[in-house]
């Protein structure tokens, strides 16, 4: 047990310390063994945190449960990984909220490749199948290394598993309840293919978490998290898939979406994410590609060239701020003195007129 993150899950048995507040700890102390050894002032001038909590984790609380829960692991061939050890994920821990543990089955390695997020509605239409199949075999073609990301659920989730297997790619399910379990169960065969294939299935729930339906949505940030971008595939106007893009915008993460009939209701959430700007539209494997700049070497694919859009003072202002080398969102925040919603509509204009493209790492780079 002594590869085991004993202190990083005991953390997470803590009463009362959510998500953020554990990562916000991490990084006020580097690590979850130096937060077991602070004092209660440390912990409460240090980090902020409340005197109640402060005093729990003085008292070693959560230990007794880590030990248990590390047990269940070995038993179970599952893998905890801590957000401080080399083999987390690193798109995932530049998330605000990353899990301070990951509970793994299958290849680790699949989790630092280039990853693609699929999602879409449970309800999936032929057309959604087809369009799973295609852009899942032409993602294929142009990146054979890519691994397929989504949730293991009913429909597009896992129409594009599937398509992954079939086209060759490792492929990456995320789920909401304690492994080795899978939710649904009609799955099971399906997450064991993908462990087989080189994949593998996450969940930041412990064997002693108590289900209650409620770990969905946060499930999605973790979609959203691992990958460089998100591909919407097929979404009605309101559903679970919208809420991963939604973090992964707020991730500044690409966003991707597959247009259909305006007539269609599985369609209306990817028009309207297209026609908001919040996604770029995309109607191959190929696209997905060239936007995630995964593209290179692929001399067949021909970029299209357009005029740029003529830029106002404010999008001209912050493009100055730019050089030859990719900048973070958070060195434009302060160079440009620029309020975080303010600066992302600016960000989302120059990318629009083809001044500036997003780079995975929320990184941009100028391109005129």
């Not at 940030?221 to 679970?240: C, K, M, N, Y």
């Not at 050089?323 to 973070?328: E, L």
Request: charged share 20%.
């Amino acid at each position: 047990m002594s590869s085991m993150p004993i202190k990083a899950i005991a953390l997470t048995f803590v009463p009362r310390l959510g998500t953020r507040a554990a990562v916000h700890l991490l990084e006020s102390f580097g690590s979850a063994e130096a937060i077991y050894a602070a004092s209660a002032q440390e912990l409460i001038v240090q980090a902020e945190l409340r005197e109640d909590v402060a005093r729990s984790i003085v008292a070693q609380t959560g230990l007794r449960e880590a030990e248990r829960e590390a047990e269940y692991c070995l038993k179970h061939n599952i893998k905890a990984i801590a957000s401080t050890q080399s083999d987390y994920p690193t798109l995932l821990r530049e998330a605000d909220d990353y899990p301070p543990v990951i509970y793994v089955r299958g290849n680790v390695d699949a989790l630092h490749r280039r990853c693609v997020a699929f999602v879409g509605t449970r309800k999936i239409s032929s057309y959604g199948q087809r369009m799973c199949n295609e852009l899942v075999q032409g993602l294929a073609e142009a990146v054979p290394d890519a691994v397929v990301v989504s949730g293991l659920a009913y429909g597009v989730d896992s129409a594009c598993h599937r398509a992954a297997l079939q086209a060759g790619l490792a492929t990456v399910g995320v789920v909401a309840n304690a492994l080795p379990d899978i939710t649904p169960t009609a799955h099971l065969h399906l997450a064991e293919d993908m462990i087989a294939n080189g994949g593998a299935i996450v969940s930041e729930l412990s064997s002693q978490t108590k289900q209650n339906g409620r770990f969905y949505i946060p499930r999605n940030r973790i979609i959203a998290a691992l990958a460089a971008g998100t591909v919407v595939v097929e979404s009605p106007e309101s559903g679970g898939s919208l809420s991963t893009a939604a973090f992964a915008d707020g991730y500044n993460r690409t966003i991707l979406a597959l247009p259909g009939r305006a007539t269609d209701i599985n369609s209306r959430g990817c028009n309207l994410l297209i026609r908001n700007r919040k996604a770029q539209a995309i109607l191959s494997g190929e696209d997905i590609a060239r936007e995630l700049m995964w593209d290179m070497g692929l001399d067949h694919i021909s970029s299209p060239t357009k005029e740029p859009l003529p830029l106002t003072d404010e999008e001209s202002s912050l493009l100055a701020l730019f050089n030859s080398d990719p900048i973070t969102i958070d060195t434009l925040l302060v160079r440009s003195g620029l309020g975080a919603g303010e600066l992302s509509l600016l960000l989302m204009n120059l990318e629009l007129s083809g001044a500036i493209r997003q780079l995975p790492g929320k990184q941009y780079e100028k391109l005129i």
